[in-house]
């Protein structure tokens, strides 16, 4: 990469920062507070008719009017009246996420959140060195070290806590010369990156295409074909069915009264009661947990969970679905279905793709209830209708998904480690450059 090249090029003489955190900096470079270099601003919308603003760490400061659609909501916010004015170029803080990189110079002119801090460089700067300098890892534990506040989620960035950290500060011209270079190499990072996953995102269709052929037309493609009464199924296999679920399983939730009443988590609970963030598309992610108590588990039996059941979220993330490999581990909550086969001509692992399939989801997207989060009610997730050949070749068929499917990880395992590279990339360059490790002009 390139930057071996630039990691090569060092300016002559450097000196001691006098700060630890900041180590050695080119000789001829500064250092001096914030409170120098910004000025808080604090100017209010008489009437709030200004475009609303929102910051993130991923993509700065975004005009939040523009991203809403007919029918949403900016805000919970009564009235936008007294909101803060921002300026084109102004730097926008979200006090209570500056920690984790969450601040940015804005490209627009509109208002923000009075939770916010709005800053404006006093002139004789360059805000595109600020904004790469101030949105570093370097910056952030700083942040992060002069925040307020007990817990990560309670930190807040006061601006007088703000103001008293130190900045680096190069002559203009180089502040220029950095802003440049690092807008020419980030953008080119960029585009690999979107290129990436561009790929990723084609690998995941073709893995798509694959499972809703294997689920719909077999593996046999001289086999003679019939209509199977279903739009989104289109042609089966003779010898195929289609039914609606209801026909072949089982399928509950929690009521709204065993949740309200009932339902309790329970930190030392050895049951996993699992959400929808929990239930991916074929597997479950237990890397953040709830859990219940064994004696709830066993009074909510309709809802327990048991070996080769399938659970299916009904808000939200619906379409993912995972199966159950074990008895008495997990129970579902609110919200999350619970798809009990009731069939032994039914192989789950068979009936688990073709839930994922194209021709399932199509008809979930079809029946969603919400226009706001997606919704899929018990009634019609009953009704949903699937096709299958008998069960020796429901097992080839799955078979054959899961050696493909395998393949087709494999392939973006391997470009998502590229991407992870070439953020790490981005992150060294950009902080390399703006605390003068690497001459670039």
Not at 142 to 148: A, I, L, Q, W
Not at 186 to 211: F, G, P
Not at 344 to 366: G, H, V
Request: charged share 25%; proline share 2%; net charge neutral.
């Amino acid at each position: 990469m390139e930057a071996v090249v630039e990691r090569t090029k060092r300016y002559e003489n450097y000196k001691n920062s006098g700060v630890e955190w900041l180590g050695e900096i080119p000789e001829h470079w500064e250092v001096r507070r914030i409170k120098y270099l910004f000025n808080e601003i604090n100017e209010r919308s008489e009437n709030g008719s200004e475009d609303l603003l929102s910051v993130s760490q991923y993509t700065g400061v975004t005009n939040k009017t523009d991203k809403v659609e007919d029918g949403g909501m900016l805000t919970n916010a009564l009235t936008l009246e007294g909101y803060k004015k921002v300026q084109k170029g102004d730097l926008v803080s979200n006090i209570m996420l500056a920690w984790n990189g969450s601040l940015g110079f804005s490209p627009f002119d509109g208002i923000t959140s009075p939770a916010y801090s709005i800053y404006r460089l006093y002139d004789g700067n360059v805000k595109r060195y600020f904004h790469y300098l101030l949105r570093t890892e370097l910056y952030k534990a700083e942040y992060k070290r002069n925040s307020s506040g007990v817990i990560e989620s309670r930190l807040r960035l006061y601006t007088d806590d703000f103001f008293n950290i130190l900045s680096i500060l190069p002559p203009l011209e180089e502040q220029t010369a950095i802003a440049e270079f690092l807008d020419d190499k980030t953008t080119k990072i960029d585009q690999a990156i979107a290129i990436k996953q561009q790929q990723i995102t084609l690998l995941k269709e073709r893995k798509q295409i694959l499972i809703h052929k294997a689920v719909t037309r077999g593996l046999d493609d001289t086999v003679a074909l019939k209509d199977s009464g279903v739009e989104w199924i289109g042609e089966i296999p003779e010898g195929w069915e289609a039914k609606a679920l209801k026909y072949f399983c089982f399928i509950t939730k929690l009521t709204g009264f065993e949740y309200t009443n009932v339902w309790k988590t329970d930190s030392e609970g050895q049951i996993i009661a699992l959400r929808g963030f929990n239930i991916q598309s074929g597997e479950l992610d237990l890397s953040e947990t709830e859990a219940i108590s064994e004696k709830l588990s066993n009074s909510l039996q309709r809802t327990k969970l048991y070996k080769n059941d399938i659970v299916y979220p009904c808000t939200g993330t619906i379409g993912n679905a995972a199966l159950i490999k074990e008895d008495n581990k997990f129970h579902i909550n609110q919200n999350i279905a619970r798809i009990c086969l009731q069939s032994k001509e039914m192989f789950p692992e068979y009936f688990l793709k073709s839930l994922l399939s194209y021709a399932t989801k199509s008809q979930i997207d079809f029946n969603n209830s919400s226009q706001m989060q997606p919704v899929i009610l018990i009634g019609s997730l009953r009704n949903i209708k699937i096709s299958f050949p008998p069960l020796l070749e429901q097992k080839k068929i799955s078979d054959y998904i899961e050696t493909a499917s395998q393949k087709f990880e494999t392939a973006i395992c391997l470009k998502q480690q590229e991407i992870s590279t070439l953020k790490e990339y981005k992150g060294s360059l950009i902080n390399s450059v703006v605390t003068g490790k690497v001459k670039v002009c």
